[in-house]
């Protein structure tokens, strides 16, 4: 189970920190994540991290302003948004999955179709 918290109305350039609590999953050797969806468009993947190491992935669109991180001990992922834009408003779900494969130093992280546990969304709306 996967409950995400944290979204909410925030004025450009303003920051938020979403939460996901994971339960009932054995996340030692897994990827969890954040993936988002505007009004009108697709899945959009945002941010993964690999639970077995650690290594983390950001969309082009995200680099420099978000950061994912894990607190091992609250079985809690975390989404720091900072800078956020208008294009940034969508609701944001937190996702788990199999562990990402790694090949000849290349991270191989999955689409949304490879993650098989979803929250519930949160909303974030960036606005003035």
């Known amino acids: 189970q996967l409950v995400e918290s944290g979204g909410g109305l925030v004025q450009p350039g303003g920051s938020l920190r979403l939460s996901c609590v994971v339960s009932?999953?054995?996340?030692?050797?897994?990827?969890i994540g954040w993936f988002r969806q505007a009004p009108g468009r697709g899945s959009e993947r945002v941010s993964l991290?690999?639970?077995?190491?650690?290594?983390?992935y950001y969309a082009d669109s995200v680099k420099g302003r978000f950061a994912i991180s894990r607190d091992h001990a609250k079985s809690t992922v975390y989404l720091q948004m900072n800078n956020l834009q208008p294009e940034d408003t969508a609701t944001y779900y937190c996702?788990?999955?199999?562990?990402?494969?790694?090949?000849?130093?290349?991270?191989?992280?999955?689409?949304?179709?490879?993650?098989?546990?979803w929250g519930q969304g949160t909303r974030v709306t960036v606005s003035s």
């Open positions: 996702a788990s999955g199999p562990a990402t494969p790694y090949y000849g130093g290349t991270y191989y992280w999955a689409e949304a179709g490879g993650f098989d546990s």
């Open positions: 009932g999953v054995a996340v030692e050797f897994y990827t």
């Open positions: 991290i690999s639970t077995s190491d650690e290594s983390t």
